[in-house]
């Protein structure tokens, strides 16, 4: 079967070399003619981005060869016609369970959103749903339950219609895994192991495809910066790492991930079926107590990540060797509708404008000493100070208003000091009072994870707000 990454140009032009080459990718593993061109994870939640023919124009210009999608959004796959950039479509978890017990909907989905656009516009993968496996309520686990079956029906329906090069995955994330270190110590969660992990990799596995993995080692290290090296984190300096179980020496974060999912698949008997990085990336900028997000560390982690994954001959990591890893950075654009912590809005390569947010060169050509300099790390240290959570200075007043309710309505006694005679009652002022209130339910809730967001009506500062007005 042709691997569904093509082949450089170069090979591609000669067919008995082209024979060889598809004949060997049988014999040997059909992750070893891959290409390495770095992609670009296409994200559109924001209220100010470009449209749609101008983010793939902005693609295009990047040099990226592949487009990773949230959906299969019927525009952007017109738009994408005639390019050269192979594209990952998405279904959403919401429609997972439909496709799973009917073989028509899974036709349905196809005719409606692969036929009409494949092959003018380079499709490769259909991956069906997003982290299905990091959401744990009982509707997220009957989910689960027909994850594996849907993938299967979307694969008979591509089969139907010749569309074998198709291939059908889905997008995971690190939490799959209930041991990661050292990464020989690579084991799958007990309650997704058997009756969900197993079936998808024999899937992936008898269909030749692919397991796409969300990889991310800003999060392990900003969460114990202080036993994570940041040099190791960014593929920096000489940090080395000895497995004791393996015997395998790493020198960067991203590879003990990667092998820790190598070694758990190993253990369920597939130590074959390869990797795909679906998600990587580090945050440009993000909230005041995030520690390490900001552009120099941002510029670093992604200048470093395509030297490592285009070069030739491939590196692979220290369990798998040699072998590509394709990759998609995560996100063309920083999303300011991303709900959650400061950081999840600033992943981008590219401000809402369009412009870059540092140097950056996909093809992995340019070195070091052509990009400009990057502005001094402020924030690699935990931040000591105090800080508020207050009212947008922009803030809508109507929106400003209900947003307030919400916080004082969370119980807990969060509002308390604004009630009538109350020490915080005076100066009457919706601006004061929702400072006083998102604060408030800030430093009550923030440890389960709330935010200082409030869909875009609050900031930190590190000014107290009794001085603010």
Not at 157 to 173: D, E, F, G, H, P
Request: charged share 15%; net charge neutral; glycine share 6%.
């Amino acid at each position: 079967m042709k691997s569904s990454f093509p082949m450089d140009n170069k090979r591609s032009s000669a067919k008995p070399l082209l024979f060889c080459l598809i004949m060997s990718c049988l014999l040997v593993g059909s992750w070893a003619q891959i290409s390495n061109k770095i992609g670009i994870n296409y994200g559109r939640f924001g209220n100010n981005l470009p449209s749609p023919y101008r983010s793939i124009e902005i693609i295009k210009s990047m040099k990226a060869g592949r487009v990773k999608l949230y959906d299969s959004d019927h525009e952007v796959l017109k738009l994408l016609s005639g390019t050269k950039l192979e594209v990952s479509i998405m279904i959403p978890n919401s429609d997972i369970i439909n496709l799973g017990l009917e073989q028509t909907s899974a036709d349905q989905w196809v005719e409606d959103n692969v036929v009409p656009y494949y092959p003018a516009t380079m499709i490769r993968f259909i991956l069906v749903g997003n982290r299905v496996l990091s959401h744990y309520s009982d509707h997220d686990r009957e989910i689960w339950r027909h994850l594996v079956p849907a993938m299967r029906r979307v694969k008979a329906a591509l089969r139907a219609r010749y569309m074998r090069n198709i291939k059908v995955s889905t997008s995971l994330a690190m939490d799959i895994l209930q041991s990661t270190f050292p990464p020989s110590n690579g084991t799958f969660r007990s309650d997704v192991s058997a009756n969900v992990v197993a079936p998808l990799m024999h899937f992936l596995n008898s269909t030749n495809s692919y397991l796409f993995l969300n990889v991310y080692p800003y999060f392990p290290w900003s969460t114990n910066p202080k036993d994570i090296s940041l040099d190791s984190a960014l593929f920096e300096g000489n940090v080395s790492y000895k497995d004791p179980g393996s015997g395998l020496v790493y020198n960067n974060l991203l590879d003990q991930m990667l092998d820790s999912i190598n070694f758990a698949m190993e253990k369920l008997g597939y130590p074959n079926v390869p990797l795909v990085i679906s998600e990587t990336g580090w945050p440009n900028s993000g909230d005041l107590d995030q520690i390490g997000a900001n552009v120099h560390n941002a510029a670093t982690y992604n200048r470093n990540l395509i030297g490592r994954m285009t070069a030739n001959p491939p590196l692979g990591t220290p369990a798998r060797p040699g072998v590509v890893i394709p990759t998609f950075i995560y996100s063309l654009f920083d999303e300011n509708q991303k709900a959650g912590i400061g950081t999840e809005r600033h992943w981008g390569l590219l401000r809402q404008d369009g412009t870059s947010i540092y140097d950056i060169d996909l093809s992995g050509e340019r070195q070091e000493s052509d990009y400009r300099p990057l502005p001094v790390t402020q924030n690699n240290e935990p931040y000591r100070g105090k800080i508020w959570c207050v009212a947008a200075a922009e803030a809508n007043l109507t929106e400003l208003g209900s947003a307030l309710n919400f916080a004082c309505n969370q119980g807990n006694g969060t509002c308390a000091a604004l009630a009538p005679s109350r020490e915080c009652y005076q100066p009457v002022s919706l601006v004061r009072h929702a400072s006083y209130a998102f604060s408030s339910y800030w430093v009550q809730f923030r440890s389960l994870g709330a935010s200082c967001y409030f869909n875009g009506l609050a900031v930190q500062t590190t000014t107290d707000p009794g001085n603010l007005f």
